[in-house]
């Protein structure tokens, strides 16, 4: 157990719909990752928290945004979604930023747009 | 901008074979190197990382060696067991900049009893 909660863990629905995904990092963990991960795509780095403000941005959609709450969890929302959307996303948290630490990755939320 | 590249798999391999795994990095800075391992139906773990060159990183068996004159660094085993079954990450984190994970493909490793 990595001490990284991600909710729900399966999700499903239609496309044109608006989805939340959680996370909460380890405790006393600042740092906190978004990635999405597809077959053909690999894990690709969405955007970055660190501390409640955005500390890196990758190739996250417009229709896409997150945010980082005072308690240090984090959602990540996904609007408008389609077909292509279908991938699974993981958070990961560390204590700062990677840069001498290792990033824990919760079990991911596996989203399917139908 | 910032990439890492690793052989594509999946690899298969017999139980107590030598294993090695490609990757090869670009950054602009000096960045630290990883490699994290994902288990059927899991997050990723770290397995091993090196923050400068020349550094050795190790865990279970895994090695890896930080080479800045080739880029690389790859990931060697000298005898796999079936337990090491796994997609298997390389990734950089470029201190220059920011210190965002930049993660390869993976590579699918299945091995054989």
């Known amino acids: 157990d990595s001490g990284v909660t991600q909710t729900p863990k399966h999700l499903i629905t239609a496309t044109g719909q608006r989805v939340t995904l959680r996370c909460s990092p380890r405790s006393g963990d600042l740092s906190v990752y978004w990635y999405q991960q597809s077959l053909d795509q690999g894990l690709q780095f969405l955007i970055q928290y660190y501390n409640g403000e955005e500390r890196a941005k990758g190739n996250i959609l417009e229709r896409f945004s997150a945010q980082q709450f005072p308690d240090l969890h984090s959602e990540l929302n996904l609007s408008s979604l389609e077909l292509g959307d279908s991938a699974l996303y993981f958070c990961?948290?560390?204590?700062?930023?990677?840069?001498?630490?290792?990033?824990?990755f919760g079990q991911g939320t596996r989203l399917t747009v139908v | 901008g910032d990439s890492v590249t690793q052989m594509e798999g999946p690899v298969t391999l017999s139980e107590e074979a030598f294993l090695t795994i490609n990757c090869t990095y670009t950054?602009?800075?000096?960045?630290?190197l990883f490699w994290y391992v994902q288990y059927p139906g899991e997050g990723l773990q770290l397995l091993l990382k090196?923050?400068?060159?020349?550094d050795k990183g190790s865990n279970k068996g895994f090695e890896a060696t930080y080479r800045k004159e080739t880029t690389s660094f790859h990931l060697e085993k000298g005898s796999v067991q079936v337990s090491d079954s796994a997609v298997y990450f390389c990734?950089?984190?470029?201190?220059?900049?920011?210190?965002?994970?930049?993660f390869g493909k993976g590579t699918r490793l299945h091995i054989l009893p």
């Open positions: 950054a602009t800075g000096y960045p630290s």
């Open positions: 990961a948290s560390s204590p700062e930023g990677a840069l001498n630490t290792e990033a824990f």
């Open positions: 990734a950089l984190s470029d201190r220059g900049r920011d210190d965002k994970i930049i």
């Open positions: 090196a923050t400068k060159a020349d």
